[in-house]
């Protein structure tokens, strides 16, 4: 019998990602307060958030209260 797969929203993009079991795509973001991306987030945005995400980025750290984290050399908000 196959197992079934947890599958949940990515916080950033909203596309369905697996999550167990086997296989892990869900990235944590700590600096977000925790939320999860997919793994194709993960991976296009390694050098900062396209700026086409912050808005969504933003409101995750304004509705938990926490502080906007340093900008990278490049101006974009850091992965992580
Ligand atoms: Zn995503």
């Not at 101006?75 to 992580?80: E, K, T």
Request: proline share 5%; aromatic share 12%; with cysteine.
């Amino acid at each position: 019998m196959e197992k079934e797969k947890l599958m949940f929203s990515c916080d950033v993009c909203g596309k369905q990602y697996q999550h167990g079991p086997g296989r892990y795509e869900g990235h944590k973001l700590e600096l977000y307060g925790g939320i999860f991306c997919c793994d194709s987030c993960w991976r296009s945005n390694w050098d900062g958030w396209s700026t086409h995400y912050e808005e969504i980025l933003l409101n995750h750290i304004k509705n938990k209260g926490l502080p906007i984290p340093k900008r990278n050399i490049k101006g974009l908000l850091p992965r992580n």
